[in-house]
């Protein structure tokens, strides 16, 4: 039909029959006569009928419990952005008995996730929203879910193993590739190219290793055998072994002219080539921290690519929803752009809309 909200009682009057009849059909409870549900089902179709899901949803008194596992910005400011994403989704879902808890554990410790999973699995759920950051340590906690059949969406890290209900972030492979193909535009003479990964055990971080395999595979598929690649995991235990680590990997490398910062510490690189004095050195990193920001505008990096730390949290809650709330189907990837992030663009990034989710 055209423009009008067609209702059960339109159906009901055109099929002649009463709307419990049909709501029985529709929600295929207690017993129709065939001839009659076939009749019924025809004439849904035919005018093209289509369920208020939000009406019911309004209308309905059930609750639903959605737990946040989610590293604390106090230690990390860029988990700040998914944290205002979860926040702006809740908005708009609250009034449909969604209520959110938050278990916020510290980035840089396994133990402190592990104390804050046991926490939630205290509490009772609907469903779980989950930064797995430490691979090894999540594990047992998505075999417990999956049993228990409590849905579970990812953000930000990838583990198709699982299954979960959706993931919602960048395809780690990719923006490592193009991370390359940024290093290498306008590079045509032979160089050392850094991977730099930062106060994370890469070999726990499945995102982090998909970025460097991308990277590395770019320079590899494309016969870029006069790039050198090298590679350095940095602790960070205080700023003096930071600088330290670098001098050695700059004196023994002095034909380094890319760096790729394969988190959101890109500005930490930038810091320590402007107080270096060291030139003609391209760094790609990833998110707009102010820091990130500052040192793009100033030229120091080159390159930024936007994750949508926000948009993850949005659509992880979403998605949610969308499953627990509204009943719809919702897909099991939902991989965000690859923005490419420069200093001329940088402001329409920065602009806080939710448009931009």
């Known amino acids: 039909m055209k423009d009008k909200i067609i209702t059960i009682k339109d159906i009901a009057t055109r099929a002649e029959v009463s709307t419990g009849t049909v709501d029985r059909v529709l929600h295929k409870r207690g017993r129709v006569a065939p001839k009659v549900e076939e009749k019924i089902l025809r004439i849904i179709k035919e005018m093209e009928y289509q369920p208020n899901i939000i009406a ?123 991370a390359a193909k940024l290093i290498h535009y306008g590079q045509s003479a032979p160089c050392s190219v850094l991977i730099a990964h930062f106060d994370e055990e890469t070999s726990n971080a ?6 460097e395999l991308g990277f590395k595979n770019y320079f590899q598929q494309n016969n870029l055998q006069q790039f050198d690649l090298l590679r350095v995991d940095i602790s960070r235990p205080n700023h003096n072994t930071f600088v330290k680590q670098m001098d050695e990997v700059f004196e023994a490398n002095p034909n380094i002219r890319g760096v790729f910062v394969t988190t959101s510490k890109a500005f930490e690189v930038a810091e320590y080539l402007t107080q270096k004095h ?79 989710i």
């Open 206 to 211: 499945a995102h982090l290793e998909k970025k």
């Open 56 to 178: 019911r949803a309004l209308s309905s008194k059930k609750t639903y419990s959605v737990a946040v596992l989610i590293p604390d910005d106090a230690h990390d400011n860029y988990w700040f952005a998914p944290k205002s994403g979860i926040k702006s989704a809740l908005k708009d879902l609250k009034k449909y008995g969604l209520s959110v808890k938050y278990y916020l554990f510290d980035p840089y410790s396994s133990q402190s996730f592990v104390e804050q999973a046991k926490l939630l699995e205290k509490d009772k759920h609907d469903a779980i929203i989950v930064t797995p950051i430490f691979h090894r340590e999540v594990l047992p906690f998505l075999e417990k879910w999956k049993k228990a059949n409590t849905p579970f969406v990812f953000f930000n890290t990838e583990i198709s193993d699982f299954e979960p209900l959706s993931y919602i972030g960048q395809d780690s492979y990719q923006s490592g590739y193009l």
């Open 278 to 356: 060291i030139r003609d050195v391209k760094i790609i990193g990833y998110d707009l921290l102010p820091k990130n920001i500052h040192y793009l505008k100033q030229n120091v990096i080159s390159f930024l690519i936007n994750q949508n730390p926000k948009g993850q949290g949005f659509w992880a809650l979403q998605m949610l929803a969308d499953k627990l709330i509204f009943g719809k189907a919702v897909p099991q990837l939902k991989y965000l752009p690859l923005d490419i992030v420069t200093k001329e663009n940088a402001n329409y990034f920065l602009v806080e809309d939710v448009e931009h």
